[in-house]
């Protein structure tokens, strides 16, 4: 699903300070809901989330590398966890992306 964080906001529709779950793709808030009385907010950041998909990739070999220079020994163990898990990662932050778009359109009709 990306990742997920929360925090203490404000509802708009139970009115009251919250937590709610923050669903981020990349570096894109993508999902917002409130955990008291479940209301969604979902955007639709697919051109920004391509744009930054697109510089995260061009940039992936220089962080990888620095990584490697940092930690060399923690870089090669985690190599073979994370060759298997990024590919399944980016595959869940793009369905999130997708859904959270065809929902935000949904949301505009209605």
Known sequence: ???????????????????HELAYAGRLLVVTTCTRCGNRIERDVRDRYLRDLRQRLVSKPSRML???????????????????LKPWELLEEIRLVWSAAADARRAERD
Do not use: I, K
Request: aromatic share 8%; hydrophobic share 25%.
């Open 1 to 19: 699903m990306g990742t997920v964080e929360y925090a203490t906001l404000t509802c708009h529709d139970c009115g009251q300070d919250t937590r």
């Open 66 to 84: 620095r990584r490697f220079r940092r930690h060399p020994v923690g870089f090669a163990s985690s190599l073979p966890r994370t060759t298997v």
